[in-house]
């Protein structure tokens, strides 16, 4: 990895910023994890305004039968007038018996349920009572008062976790990589360990409920998302083994990442370097073709998605980009240590929000890419700025050394697409 000259992280300040924040709730997250867990099904357990968003940010068709829904709090059960959980008893008991399909059903938390104090945790014990083992019933909170935007996956993964079986002796042998990936990504990352001799890898979450991993003392787990806090967390208290690493972005964070694996688990360093020498050379090569239009052009990220210190790493290290502010909305210093130390010194790293101070910051230094939420990314268009959605970056996939080129080339349309605008 690409140090420059890091002030490390134990050394360098971060800006803690406690004020009003624009950020989407942790419902959003059910729009990938509902793709990645093929027989879940999202309840979510909330208003018609939570119904809404997930319609409009999901793009949900019409005739689409889709993995999530939501379970709608009327008037008169926020005004504590009729029994919540009779009524979800009854919305569940319609759901299992027309969708058979269904195998895993995660109760959500919104800010309704929250305010009226619905104890789902109390509701998926009894549910599971009635419909466990053929329909296995957990929940988590996405409401927008305790969770923002991805916190949903960490949230929905950490809800998964003590439910896991208990892994016997070979968990000493286990690798689980921990994150919702797209399913391409995982194929190659299998086929990365498989050639290197790591044969026994897990993903969690897993594609169904009957293939969930076993977890125990001596798994070892790479997180491949970087807002994984809690289920991180959770796996600890289970025994496995975090192996610290940056996350896989671009050449030299895949091959840092896959390195941590490869030295955990006692992997030869020549047969590391000749597994990965094809796969790190193309995604060399893909980034070259993004160096000329991204090299010295600045970054300023709000704080979203939690992926924008692992970004701005990458774009710094790997395409010579100038990050001026990383706003993230947690810092994890223990999970982050390893991406904060890539970053060069003079970087503000910033937690929390107080928008309106960040935006006048954003508007003293006119840097040429905003990566920010959708709320806020019209009106910088309109002030001349050229921002990038951060939603978009957790959709796509962009892990890993095959997709580095599209990792590139998302922060390269946005520029190309003004300079088109200005001709
Ligand atoms: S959970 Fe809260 S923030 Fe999210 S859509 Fe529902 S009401 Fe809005």
Known sequence: MQSGQSAGCLERPILRERGQREVFCGLTGIIWLHRKIQDAFFLIVGSRTCAHLMQSAAGVMIFAEPRFGTAIMEEKDLAGLADANEELDKVVARLVERRPDIKLLFLVGSCPSEVIKLDLAKAAQRLSGTYAPDVRIFNYSGSGIETTFTEGEDACLASL?????????????????????????????????????????????????????????????????????????????????????????????????????????????????????????????????????????????????????????????????????????????????????????????????????????????????????????????????????????????IQGYEQAGDLAELFARPLVRRTRLEV
């Open 161 to 397: 976790v003590p439910s896991l079986p208990e892994a016997g002796e070979a968990a000493a042998d286990q690798l689980l990589v921990v994150g919702a990936l797209a399913d391409v990504v995982e194929d190659q990352f299998t086929r990365l360990f498989e050639a290197m001799g790591i044969k026994n890898v897990n993903f969690l979450p897993a594609r169904n409920a009957g293939s969930m991993p076993a977890v125990g003392p001596g798994t070892r787990f790479l997180l491949a998302q970087p807002f994984l806090t809690e289920t991180a967390r959770a796996l600890t208290r289970r025994g496995a083994v975090h192996l610290p690493a940056p996350f896989p972005l671009g050449a030299q964070g895949t091959t840092a990442w896959l390195k941590a694996a490869a030295e955990s688990f006692g992997v030869d360093h020549a047969l590391f370097t000749e597994v990965t020498a094809a796969p790190k050379a193309r995604a060399e090569k893909a980034l070259t073709h993004y160096q000329e239009q991204l090299t010295g052009k600045s970054l300023f990220f709000f704080p979203d998605s939690q992926l924008e210190i692992p970004l701005a790493r990458f774009l710094h290290a790997e395409l010579g980009m100038v990050p001026l502010e990383v706003g993230t909305p947690f810092l994890n210093k223990a999970l982050m240590a390893p991406e904060l130390d890539a970053l060069p010194d003079n970087v503000l790293v910033s937690e929390g929000q107080d928008v309106d101070k960040q935006l006048d910051r954003c508007h003293d230094q006119r840097p040429d890419i905003t990566v920010c939420g959708l709320g806020l990314a019209n009106p910088l268009e309109v002030e001349g700025l050229t921002t990038k959605w951060s939603i978009e970056l957790v959709f796509t996939p």
